[in-house]
């Protein structure tokens, strides 16, 4: 089980709130933006004001979350966290300070929908919000990974309650699950948010890369959590495939398009 100590999460704070500021000073909107295909992809989804059908499903299954009095014990095999000292979680403190939030929650469906997403993988499940976020609309096929027992599980039965029978989860370690992926499997979105490890991040950038196509879009989850996240952040925006990167300062959104030219930018959201 790993815990991460109080002076480790009074760093990581202090690191974070740096780099928020660094972000602040760097971020745009959609004015001064010269990529016509960045541009529209913040003017016609970043900003979208419509209310999507599936922002009520994701409400629902929020507040499930937030009223259950279930616990479970959670095996954390990523890099710890900072908000649970023990691996008894309840999963509405789960939901309340760790799962995706509603604003991210719902920029989620928009770039489902705005770029067609049809078939999408998560890595790092938790209790299923952020899936719902990614297959609530009933538009994409979603193959979820998830490394706890415990959380797998809960996700699982909500998925059953709400319905989604798209939405396929492995209970297994991403590099199992990936190293048992198709070579020839592609998705349109990939969504690693789970081990903010700098590290590992990049072991399952490089193991995912050839899962994509030219459109693909992968999202990043805590690129600025910690010094090597954000090295990771920085070695994926100089990878060589990589041609367009949006730093959103909560996520890191990447583009393989070939027609774009390099560029990297950082979207207030």
Known sequence: MIFVSLIEVQYLMWFKSKAFLKFLWHSKNQHGIHSPFVYKLITKCFYNKENFEAYDLWDMAKK????SDEVL???DV???S???KTNLRPVSKIAKHVSISRKRARLMTRLVDYLSVKVALELGTSIGL???SIAGSGQAHLKTIEACSATSAYAQSQFQKLNLPHITSINSSFAESLAGLNSEEKFDLIYIDGHHDGEATLTYFDSLLKHKHNDTLFVFDDIHWSPS???AWEAIKAHQEVQVTIDTFQWGLVF???EQVKQDFVIRV
């Open 73 to 75: 014990k959670v095996e």
């Open 64 to 67: 499930v979350c937030l009223k």
């Open 78 to 80: 990523g890099a710890g």
């Open 82 to 84: 900072k908000v649970f």
């Open 130 to 132: 952020g899936s719902v």
């Open 229 to 231: 996240m954000n090295m």
């Open 256 to 258: 393989f398009r070939k």
